[in-house]
């Protein structure tokens, strides 16, 4: 058995040889060129479409024994006019593609196709699913549609689509009560499997994503069973197929749906009906309309296609009742030419394309030295380029394609309405017109709707009805938000205060927890051992360098200023445990001047001996007196100096804006974080900007001094340190700024700990090293050898 005849499609394919004819009768299209064509039937069938396709583009002689041509080479096609199918179309994009022959399609709607990385010679006048599938979802939002069955053929076409609805539904609020697919071929088992799933969902209102043949299996399903609930929405693709309705108008009546745009085609409807019982004799998609139409068979008919057994014993055909006139089918019915309108567009558009081609002047043309295309020798990829381009007037209406080949999407809101004499009324109640913009896309025209089974108003659709005043909404667990409970508001509801919030049954207030980086969680224990261990480190270098104070590493090295540095270092390290604990005033205000502080006498007792070791170097000279001028106590005093400037900017601080802690409830409803607040950023980052330029001063007070000839030269390791310094609180700024909580408070201390371990660990390491390993370097000579 073979494919279904479709009376539809054999008037697509006379509407392209109607348009054909009609470009070589006119004078201002084309004047000096005639057109021609092939058309081969796809079955929509992939193997036969690329089959097809093939003989199409190789051009093999005619091997058909009545035919004149016989022998004799045919050229070969430049641009193909289909497939209606969009699976079938990507097959033979994808077979074609090194051929880079244009493909023009009249009815492939999937969003896919639009790929131009995949498929760059696809065109078409059908617009893209994303288009369609907006105004579906619009249209659901406009009926409070939000609990919709989804269902598709399975098929390129149908994934792509139900995937952009999905995601376009989604954005309304509106849920897939399921979403099957089915095979083309619908099996008992498979329609059993989609009858079960539709009758075991409350959703009345099903987007169906096919064909009109495999939507017939279905509807048979469904009358056999009486579900005759449903409010079917249509996709493009069966949205005006009038050959559903006489079997199944119970059904589809009040069906809506988006169709493509409309137009009557003056001359089309006399070119089909001329000369039909003629070609029936000629042509083998004549023959089989009429004996489809008929219900009979043609002596010598050349029909080759049996559709089922009843066919094999047709009847002869009686001639002398078989008028033209008397042919009424979806073949010659002009009333919908929405696809045949694509394919005359289609056709119009090749033909324009070649008219912009031979208008094209020598030395100015699109290509590589201004060349032109031949007209009478067409290169596929040249005839590409000028339909790209091509932009002309059709009935009345401006057509043009976007940058993936796409036109201007325009869809009519078609309603199934059943007429006065029992046939199908296709009526048009909206429209959906991308080039208006927002909200104006699509507009509905309510009254005019007739709705299954003669309802005054659109079905409901939803998972949940609304609640009430008084109730409230409880999602379900597991299901989709579409989906939920309505529950009674308490009697004495009330909003919960700024520290309270609502327990889980909703019912009354309780506290919310309170966060701080407390001594007793685990961050503020390892922190505060990091503090403590720190501290001990420090203590014992003390104790190495008061127990070695006499020995020339400890003295060579600034002896004084060492043990003040390690003392403030000290100092760092216990100022980071004021960050650990609950926020008070007090401790807010201590915290900060301790640490900006402390860190200005490290830096202040580091910036003193580098330029100790700076002096000492240039007293070596003959007549030199420098050092006279910064002796021990000038170094004491270039400390506290530094120092009392940060002193000032602590007490400016203090007594302006001072840091305050506050319990805040922004970041977190469940919890309220205990925290301090700066009072003033200018203060604390003034602060640290203080830090910074002393730094800036040790580092290049240091980095000029590092190759100072001397066994045992301080100013290096005093650069590491500063590098160090540098590496962690550049970093600390962004980390800082981007945390909040305890999180930001951890990220101070491990700041201070990080640059305290550093200037410990360069400056006073290598001395220990020396004191505790190396006692043989640690004698006066030693460190006197210049290297």
């Keep these: 058995m073979s494919a279904p005849f479709s009376a539809r499609a054999l008037r697509w394919t006379q509407t392209m040889a109607f348009a054909i004819e009609e470009i070589n009768q006119r004078r201002d299209l084309l004047p000096r060129l005639k057109l021609g064509y092939h058309i081969r039937d796809s079955c929509d069938d992939i193997p036969v479409s690329l089959r097809s396709s093939l003989l199409l583009v190789s051009g093999p002689p005619d091997l058909n024994a009545n035919s004149a041509c016989r022998g004799v080479p045919r050229p070969v096609s430049p641009v193909i006019i289909g497939d209606a199918a969009s699976g079938v179309s990507m097959a033979i994009l994808r077979t074609l593609g090194s051929f880079g022959i244009p493909l023009v399609s009249y009815f492939a709607s999937c969003n896919c196709l639009s790929n131009k990385k995949e498929f760059p010679t696809f065109m078409r006048t059908m617009p893209s699913d994303a288009f369609q599938i907006k105004a579906i979802a619009k249209l659901i939002r406009y009926f409070h549609w939000t609990w919709v069955g989804v269902i598709g053929v399975e098929s390129d076409y149908a994934r792509f689509a139900i995937q952009l609805f999905l995601e ?52 048979t399903e469904c009358r056999r069973q009486n579900m005759t609930h449903i409010q079917w929405i249509a996709s493009e693709a069966w949205a005006t197929a009038k050959s559903l309705w006489g079997e199944f108008q119970g059904l589809l009546t009040g069906t809506l749906g988006f169709a493509i745009r409309k137009a009557e085609i003056p001359g089309l409807q006399g070119f089909l009906t001329r000369g039909l019982l003629v070609r029936a004799h000629q042509s083998p998609f004549f023959a089989e309309l009429w004996e489809e139409t008929f219900n009979c068979k043609l002596n010598v008919s050349l029909n080759r296609h049996v559709h089922s057994d009843a066919a094999l014993s047709r009847r002869p055909c ?25 394919v005359y567009k289609a056709v119009y558009l090749v033909a324009q394309a070649l008219h912009d081609m031979s208008g094209c002047t020598r030395g100015a043309g699109p290509f590589e030295n201004g060349t032109c295309a031949d007209p009478e020798n067409v290169l596929p990829w040249q005839l590409l380029h000028y339909m790209k381009q091509a932009s002309f007037n ?21 309603n199934w309405q059943k007429g006065p004499d029992g046939s199908l009324q296709l009526v048009k109640v909206g429209f959906y017109d991308t080039s208006l913009g927002g909200e104006k896309e699509l507009v509905i025209n309510d009254t005019a709707i007739w709705w299954h089974w003669g309802q005054q108003g659109p079905p409901a659709s939803v998972c949940s009805a609304s609640c009430t005043p008084g109730s409230r909404k409880a999602t379900r667990k597991g299901e989709p938000i579409c989906c939920f409970d309505c529950l009674p508001y308490s009697l004495d509801c009330r909003r919960c205060s700024v520290e309270t919030w609502p327990n889980e049954a909703q019912d009354h207030c309780v506290p919310k927890t309170t966060e701080f980086l407390s001594y007793h969680g685990s961050m503020g224990i390892v922190l505060c051992t990091c503090s403590l261990f720190g501290l001990f480190v420090t203590m014992a270098i003390f104790g190495v360098f008061v127990a070695y104070r006499t020995t020339p590493v400890v003295r060579g090295n ?22 650990i604990g609950e926020p008070t005033d007090w401790l807010c205000r201590i915290r900060y001047t301790t640490f900006g502080i402390s860190f200005s006498l490290c830096i202040s007792c580091i910036l003193a001996k580098t330029v100790v070791v700076l002096m000492a170097f240039r007293a070596t000279l003959p007549d030199s007196r420098v050092m006279r001028w910064f002796g021990p106590a000038q170094q004491r005093a270039s400390v506290f100096l530094c120092t009392c400037i940060q002193i000032v900017i602590c007490l ?107 200037i410990l660990l360069c400056i006073f390491a290598p001395k220990c090293y020396i004191v505790l390993l190396k006692p043989e370097k640690n004698t006066k000579k030693q460190m006197m050898l210049k290297k």
């Design 168 to 219: 376009e539904s989604s954005k309304y609020g509106a849920c897939a009560a399921y979403v099957h697919f089915y095979p083309v071929l619908l099996s008992k088992e498979s329609i059993a499997d989609l009858m079960q799933t539709i009758r075991g969902s409350t959703a009345k209102v099903i987007l169906n994503f096919s064909g009109e043949s495999e939507l017939q299996t279905i509807l």
């Design 318 to 342: 009686a001639e002398e009742e078989e008028a033209p006139e008397a042919v009424r089918s979806d073949y010659s019915d002009v009333s919908q030419l929405r696809v045949s309108y694509n």
């Design 394 to 414: 059709m009935l009345g209406e401006q057509v043009s394609f976007d940058k993936n080949g796409d036109p201007i999407a325009s869809y009519d809101l078609m």
């Design 558 to 579: 600034n002896m004084e200023l060492s043990f003040l540095l390690l003392i403030f270092l000290s100092v760092c390290f216990l100022s980071g445990l004021t960050f």
């Design 652 to 758: 400016i601080w203090l007594t302006t804006r001072p840091p305050l802690a506050v319990r805040n409830t922004r970041h977190h409803s469940s919890r309220i974080i205990l925290e301090c607040v700066v009072g003033s950023d200018v203060g604390f980052w003034s602060v640290l900007g203080y830090i910074g330029l002393l730094a800036c001063l040790c580092f290049l007070l240091a980095f000029l001094a590092r190759k100072l000839p001397d066994n045992f030269n301080e100013a290096k390791f005093i650069t590491f340190s500063m590098l160090i310094f540098f590496a962690v609180w550049i970093t600390f700024i962004p980390v800082y700024i981007s945390t909040s909580g305890q999180y930001m408070v951890a990220v101070h201390i491990f700041a201070i700990l990080a640059s305290a371990f550093g």
